[in-house]
C-alpha cells in the first residue's frame, strides 16, 4: 500500500526476515522493502535509521498476553486459539515479570516514541514527522483482558505527551476494530462478516428504536459502570462490537499511509468510521467519490 503510493519502506522487527504468506510465497514488492533487524527495546539498534525517516508507524502490539495466538490464528487452529484465550498456552508470570501487554503494547511504543523524537533530522526533512501508534478500539472485552485496551491507551497517553514537546512531531493513534483478512487471517472473516452486518443494522435504524448496543451502553453507563477504576464496563465494549464495523486489513493500510500526507493534517485518534471516511468508505461499506476521500 505504502509502494503504491510512491514511499519509501524500511520494515523493522525482531527476525529481521522479509515477509511471506501464511503458506510460504513471497510477494513481488517484498523486494522493494529494506528488511532491517532490530529491537524496539533497544533505540540502537535502530538508530542510525531515524534521522532519514519522514514517519513512524507503529505496529508492535499483542491482544493477549500469551503470544500463541498469532501463530494459532495464521494457521486457522480454532482449538488452539481457544486455549490460548482461556490462559491454557502459557504459564503464571513470575514475580517481577512484565507482562507482554506492558511490555509490547506501552513500554515498545514509548521507547520507540522517544528515540524518534530525539533523533535529528537530516537536512532537507523539515515537514511534521508523525508518530503513528496502531491502538484499538475498544470491542474485544471481557474475551480478551481490561490490561489490553488500558496498556494501549497508557501508549496514546504518553506518546501524546512526549511529542506535545516537541512542535517538529505529532502523535497519530489509529484505533481498529476487528482487522479481518480472508488469507493472513482467515479464521476473522466470519465473525467480520457478523459484524460488519451488524453494524450496518445499527446504522440503518431510526435512533428511537432501543437496539442491542444501545441497550448494552445504557447498562454499561448506568448499572455496571466500572471495570477498573480507570476503564468503563464491558458492556460498552460489547456495544461497540455490535455498532462498530470490522476493518479489513488493507484499508487500515491504506488509513495510516493517507494520515502519513502533510497535506491532509492529521493528528490525534483516527477511529475506524474516520478510517472509513478517509479511504473513502461510506458507512454501507460501498465507495465515495473521490472528492471525499
Same mark, same amino acid.
Given at each position: ?44 539498534? #535502530? ?7 519522514? %514517519? ?11 503470544? +500463541?495466538?498469532? +501463530? ?24 517481577? +515479570? ?27 526533512? &523539515? ?8 491502538? =484499538? ?15 494501549? $491507551? ?5 506518546? +501524546? ?17 476487528? /482487522? #479481518?483478512?480472508?488469507? /493472513?487471517?482467515?479464521?476473522? &472473516? ?9 453494524? $450496518?443494522?445499527?446504522? %440503518? ?20 459502570? #466500572? ?6 464496563? =464491558? ?40 478510517? $472509513? ?17
Amino acid at each position: 500500500m505504502a509502494l503504491a503510493r510512491g514511499l519509501e519502506v524500511t520494515s523493522i522487527s525482531s527476525s529481521g526476515k522479509p515477509y511471506k504468506t501464511p503458506q510460504g510465497h513471497t510477494p513481488a514488492w517484498v523486494e522493494r522493502v529494506e528488511w532491517r533487524k532490530a529491537d524496539a527495546m533497544n533505540p540502537k539498534s #535502530y538508530a542510525d535509521i531515524l534521522p532519514g525517516v519522514d %514517519a513512524v508507524v507503529h505496529t508492535v502490539g499483542t491482544l493477549l498476553d500469551n503470544m +500463541q495466538y498469532k +501463530q494459532r490464528m495464521q494457521e486457522g487452529d480454532i482449538m488452539g486459539f481457544i486455549k490460548s484465550l482461556a490462559g491454557r498456552d502459557s504459564g503464571p508470570l513470575a514475580e517481577g +515479570q512484565r507482562s507482554a501487554y506492558d511490555t509490547l503494547n506501552y513500554e515498545s511504543a514509548v521507547r520507540v516514541c522517544e528515540a524518534f523524537v530525539a533523533s535529528k533530522p537530516v537536512s532537507g526533512l &523539515t515537514r511534521v514527522r508523525p508518530f503513528v501508534y496502531v491502538s =484499538a478500539e475498544d470491542v474485544n472485552r471481557p474475551i480478551v483482558s481490561v490490561r489490553y485496551l488500558e496498556t494501549k $491507551r497508557e501508549a496514546e497517553k504518553r506518546i +501524546q505527551e512526549i511529542v506535545q514537546d516537541h512542535p517538529q512531531y505529532k502523535g497519530v493513534y489509529v484505533r481498529p476494530s476487528l /482487522i #479481518y483478512h480472508p488469507h /493472513i487471517r482467515p479464521m476473522t &472473516t466470519i465473525p467480520a462478516t457478523i459484524f460488519d452486518v451488524s453494524a $450496518r443494522i445499527h446504522d %440503518a435504524a431510526p435512533s428511537y428504536i432501543p437496539m442491542p448496543s444501545s441497550v448494552l451502553r445504557w447498562l454499561g453507563t448506568s448499572v455496571f459502570p #466500572y471495570a477498573t477504576d480507570k476503564t468503563p464496563s =464491558a458492556l460498552n465494549s460489547m456495544a461497540n462490537l455490535l455498532s462498530i464495523p470490522p476493518i479489513h486489513v488493507d484499508h487500515l493500510a491504506e488509513a495510516i499511509c493517507i494520515s502519513l500526507d502533510p497535506a491532509k493534517d492529521i493528528h490525534g485518534v483516527v477511529g475506524v468510521r474516520d478510517m $472509513r471516511q478517509l479511504i473513502g468508505i461510506s458507512q454501507t461499506g460501498s465507495e465515495e467519490s473521490a472528492a471525499n476521500t
